[in-house]
């Protein structure tokens, strides 16, 4: 498969980038969708989701560098190149949900409340997103891939089935996250 879903010239756009931006596009749908739900305020979760999105990229990022030192202490300049393979899950959710915490602290809001808005979000974009590791040739195994996503699909079930239950989110999320870090 070509890396590259369209090449036009010098102009290339990675499969990555675009599942990225499909991922990045409905999970603000979903989020201005499940916003109705709420009493918060639109724009406030719209800032936190932009927020989100630039810094679980950078922490995604950063976390893969720490991990894997070896291949930068040499090069500094090469931590700044970007692609789909150099990038950590782990690191990336770590980091939104850091970014949760503090955003939820600086606007005064219930880090649950908010946390149970934004967890739609990542369900779709991951559901949706790791489809872009099929694209790349990067993991030859769609059954795999494809139960990764379904199970991630299912995360925003179990969410709508058991909101009213206080306290179950993070739990689900971690539980649906784990099962496919080792899954992939």
């Known amino acids: 498969m070509k890396p590259f879903f369209i090449s036009f010239g010098s102009i290339r756009i990675t499969w990555f980038m675009f599942f990225s931006l499909i991922s990045i596009v409905s999970?603000?749908?979903?989020?201005?969708?499940?916003?109705?739900?709420?009493?918060?305020?639109?724009?406030?979760?719209?800032?936190?989701?932009f927020y989100l999105v630039l810094f679980s990229f950078i922490g995604s990022r950063f976390f893969y560098v720490i991990v894997n030192f070896d291949l930068y202490k040499n090069d500094f300049f090469s931590i700044f190149r970007l692609n789909h393979n150099?990038?950590?899950?782990?690191?990336?959710?770590?980091?939104?949900i850091l970014i949760i915490l503090i955003f939820s602290r600086?606007?005064?809001?219930?880090?649950?409340?908010?946390?149970?808005?934004?967890?739609?979000?990542?369900?779709l974009a991951m559901g949706i997103g790791v489809w872009s590791i099929k694209f790349q040739?990067?993991?030859?195994n769609e059954n795999?891939?494809?139960?990764?996503s379904v199970i991630f699909l299912i995360g925003i079930l179990i969410e709508e089935l058991t909101k009213?239950?206080?306290g179950l989110?993070?739990?689900?999320?971690?539980?649906i996250l784990i099962s496919n870090i080792i899954l992939l």
Do not use: A, C, P, R
């Open 164 to 166: 009213e239950y206080e």
């Open 106 to 123: 600086y606007k005064n809001i219930s880090f649950k409340k908010i946390f149970n808005v934004y967890v739609y979000s990542f369900y």
């Open 137 to 140: 040739s990067f993991y030859k």
């Open 27 to 49: 999970g603000y749908i979903i989020l201005k969708i499940k916003s109705k739900e709420t009493n918060l305020d639109f724009k406030i979760l719209e800032d936190g989701y």
């Open 169 to 175: 989110t993070f739990i689900i999320f971690s539980v």
């Open 144 to 148: 795999i891939l494809l139960i990764s």
């Open 86 to 96: 150099n990038l950590s899950l782990i690191g990336g959710v770590f980091t939104g």
